[in-house]
């Protein structure tokens, strides 16, 4: 079946994870143990009720707080489709945990208490989810119950968001007026909002198309291993696994392997057992070539008529996560691309993003945890990258700490300085 990834985001006690309790256990998603389990959490609370969102808030200190800490990710499925659900966190401090949790979201939903409408809560989090390239944005309008249902009161609050998003530059935008505590419009419509006749969330969720721009993109395939069976039946195999990060690899297509710059064929596409004609982005698959190449772990397969990008200079969107110290420029790093790790400079920080209001402050003297600023970057060593918007796998990056060894920053490339292509040889 189709699978559909969202990030859920919004200020603090605007119900996120009270609404993702709620999806869950209306559309029969939750075992019985587990409800057990949360009965006797909710008891210990001196709750009468039992509270859905300790579906999601599932650290004992998210739970004793009442807010959400972690990213938490729940799986589901109806008939129509799978879902994979990040519950990120709303407060300012937990930016860096909601920015893992939307790097990999479709589509965004964006929390607001019906009485309270857009705060700087919503910009923040739309703002941030923007930036990561998620162009479908849903603004669950909760508590309406609150509201007296007011259809007027959705009207305003639908009509201060969507001037957000178009400062943003987001494309679509979907509006679903909500009530979480009691599940109305959530998965049953309910008759409280008889002058409502749009879909229920989980209607939408089951029907909303939402674009792959990887699928559409040139072909890009990082090696990530490279397969030599040790059996007599296949002691001629050898097939370079890993995941298609963007466009469409089809048996037969001309190909050149990076850094090599060596020109080949696609002869077989393989997925367990079976032979496929082809395989699109998103999909784990060995693929054997034509022609006897010495091709490795970091080296990437691309469209021989549309190569990836050759750089060793690139600026990037960067989210600085480290706790410890703040990022100045001229620091190194070790940078994760694909399959590929090699040293890396920061040459400068070029600006600071202030999320609240979308300015950029030039050339601050450092970066500070949750801090999003653009930076430019230097490789030892080639990298082959695209822009974001063009391939997320491609684009994204992680910065790793050569003396600690902890990831400190994610990044997305914006532009990349472009080097010669390698010319080809062999074939």
Same mark, same amino acid.
């Given at each position: 079946?189709?699978?559909?990834?969202?990030?859920?985001?919004?200020?603090?006690?605007?119900?996120?994870?009270?609404?993702?309790?709620?999806?869950?256990?209306?559309?029969?998603?939750?075992?019985? +143990?587990?409800?057990?389990?949360?009965?006797?959490?909710?008891?210990?609370?001196?709750?009468?009720?039992?509270?859905?969102?300790?579906?999601?808030?599932?650290?004992?200190?998210?739970?004793?707080?009442?807010?959400?800490? +972690?990213?938490?990710?729940?799986?589901?499925?109806?008939?129509?489709?799978?879902?994979?659900?990040?519950?990120?966190?709303?407060?300012?401090?937990?930016?860096?945990?909601?920015?893992?949790?939307?790097?990999?979201?479709?589509?965004?939903?964006?929390?607001?208490?019906?009485?309270?409408?857009?705060?700087?809560?919503?910009?923040?989090?739309?703002?941030?989810?923007?930036?990561?390239?998620?162009?479908?944005?849903?603004?669950?309008?909760?508590?309406?119950?609150?509201?007296?249902?007011?259809?007027?009161?959705?009207?305003?609050?639908?009509?201060?968001?969507?001037?957000?998003?178009?400062?943003?530059?987001?494309?679509?935008?979907?509006?679903?007026?909500?009530?979480?505590?009691?599940?109305?419009?959530?998965? +049953?419509?309910?008759?409280?909002?008889?002058?409502?006749?749009?879909?229920?969330?989980?209607?939408?969720?089951?029907?909303?198309?939402?674009?792959?721009?990887?699928?559409?993109?040139?072909?890009?395939?990082?090696?990530?291993?490279?397969?030599?069976?040790?059996?007599?039946?296949?002691?001629?195999?050898?097939?370079?696994?890993?995941?298609?990060?963007?466009?469409?690899?089809?048996?037969?297509?001309?190909?050149?392997?990076?850094?090599?710059?060596?020109?080949?064929?696609?002869?077989?596409?393989?997925?367990?057992?079976?032979?496929?004609?082809?395989?699109?982005?998103?999909?784990?698959?060995?693929?054997?070539?034509?022609?006897?190449?010495?091709?490795?772990?970091?080296?990437?397969?691309?469209?021989?008529?549309?190569?990836?990008?050759?750089?060793?200079?690139?600026?990037?969107?960067?989210?600085?996560?480290?706790?410890?110290?703040?990022?100045?420029?001229?620091?190194?790093?070790?940078?994760?691309?694909?399959?590929?790790?090699?040293?890396?400079?920061?040459?400068?920080? +070029?600006?600071?993003?202030?999320?609240?209001?979308?300015?950029?402050?030039?050339?601050?003297?450092t970066l500070s945890l949750n801090d999003i600023g653009r930076v430019t970057v230097r490789t030892l060593e080639p990298l082959f990258v695209d822009s974001y918007a063009t391939s997320r796998d491609t684009g994204s990056f992680?910065?790793?700490?050569?003396?600690?060894?902890?990831?400190?920053?994610?990044?997305?490339?914006?532009?990349?300085?472009?080097?010669?292509?390698?010319?080809?040889?062999?074939?």
């Amino acid at each position: 079946m189709d699978l559909l990834r969202f990030v859920t985001a919004g200020s603090v006690d605007d119900g996120k994870s009270t609404l993702i309790g709620r999806l869950l256990y209306d559309s029969k998603q939750v075992f019985e +143990d587990t409800m057990v389990s949360l009965q006797r959490a909710s008891e210990a609370q001196g709750l009468d009720e039992v509270n859905l969102a300790l579906l999601t808030d599932g650290l004992r200190a998210e739970r004793e707080q009442g807010i959400t800490i +972690d990213v938490a990710y729940r799986y589901f499925a109806t008939p129509r489709r799978k879902f994979i659900i990040a519950d990120s966190p709303g407060h300012i401090q937990y930016t860096r945990n909601m920015v893992t949790g939307a790097s990999t979201a479709q589509l965004a939903l964006i929390l607001v208490d019906a009485r309270k409408g857009v705060v700087e809560q919503t910009r923040r989090h739309s703002a941030l989810t923007a930036l990561l390239g998620i162009r479908h944005l849903v603004l669950c309008v909760n508590k309406m119950d609150l509201v007296d249902w007011s259809q007027e009161r959705l009207l305003e609050v639908e009509d201060d968001f969507r001037a957000l998003a178009r400062r943003l530059g987001v494309e679509r935008v979907t509006v679903l007026p909500v009530a979480a505590v009691s599940g109305e419009n959530i998965v +049953d419509r309910g008759s409280s909002m008889p002058w409502y006749d749009g879909p229920t969330l989980l209607e939408f969720l089951e029907t909303v198309e939402v674009p792959d721009p990887a699928r559409h993109a040139a072909l890009r395939f990082p090696v990530q291993y490279v397969l030599r069976p040790q059996t007599t039946a296949f002691h001629d195999y050898r097939g370079y696994a890993g995941t298609l990060a963007a466009g469409v690899a089809r048996v037969g297509d001309e190909v050149t392997v990076l850094p090599l710059g060596a020109r080949t064929r696609i002869a077989a596409i393989d997925r367990y057992e079976e032979s496929l004609p082809c395989a699109a982005s998103g999909e784990a698959v060995a693929i054997r070539l034509a022609d006897e190449i010495d091709v490795g772990r970091g080296h990437m397969i691309v469209a021989a008529e549309d190569p990836a990008p050759v750089a060793t200079r690139f600026t990037a969107d960067l989210c600085w996560m480290d706790d410890a110290a703040a990022l100045g420029p001229r620091q190194q790093f070790w940078i994760k691309h694909t399959t590929r790790r090699v040293r890396c400079l920061v040459e400068s920080l +070029d600006d600071r993003l202030d999320v609240a209001n979308f300015e950029r402050l030039r050339d601050p003297e450092t970066l500070s945890l949750n801090d999003i600023g653009r930076v430019t970057v230097r490789t030892l060593e080639p990298l082959f990258v695209d822009s974001y918007a063009t391939s997320r796998d491609t684009g994204s990056f992680i910065l790793i700490d050569p003396a600690t060894r902890r990831t400190v920053a994610a990044g997305m490339v914006r532009d990349v300085v472009t080097e010669p292509t390698p010319s080809a040889r062999g074939g």
